[in-house]
C-alpha cells in the first residue's frame, strides 16, 4: 500500500499529530502524544482494533512518503522516527515483515 503525506505545514509535534490522526483515521480519542503513535500505528495490521483507518494485510507493507520534512525540528524527528522504529520492531518480534517502509522526499 502506498501512502503520502505532506508535513509542509508541520512546525510542532501537535501539528504533526493532528496531521497524522487525520491523514490515518486515528480515533477522536488519540492521545497525541509518542505512545498513542506508536499503538495506532501499530494497529494497522489489526482492522478490528478500530485504531487507524488506514489498514494493511498480514504480509502488507505500508509505503509511506513524507514530503517536505521538517529536518531541522528535533522534536519531531525525534518523536517520528522513534515511533516508526517501535513499530516495526513490534512486527519483527511478532515474527512479521516491518509494516512501514518510510520514504521522506
Known amino acids: 500500500m502506498e501512502m503520502v ?10 501539528k504533526m499529530h493532528i496531521k497524522l490522526k487525520h491523514a490515518f483515521g486515528f480515533p477522536d480519542f488519540y492521545g497525541a502524544n509518542i505512545h498513542a503513535l506508536i499503538d495506532c500505528l501499530g494497529d494497522i495490521r489489526y482492522p478490528e482494533y478500530g485504531m487507524s483507518e488506514v489498514t494493511i494485510g ?5 509505503n509511506l512518503t513524507i514530503k517536505n520534512f521538517p529536518y531541522e ?12 522504529k517501535y513499530v516495526n520492531a513490534k ?4 515474527e512479521e515483515s516491518p509494516s512501514i517502509h518510510l520514504i521522506l522526499v
Open 73 to 84: 525540528n528535533d522534536i519531531i524527528i525525534n518523536i517520528f522516527f522513534l515511533a516508526i
Open 58 to 62: 498480514e504480509n502488507e507493507v505500508l
Open 5 to 14: 503525506i505532506d508535513f509542509k505545514d508541520v512546525d510542532t509535534a501537535d
Open 91 to 94: 512486527s519483527i518480534r511478532n
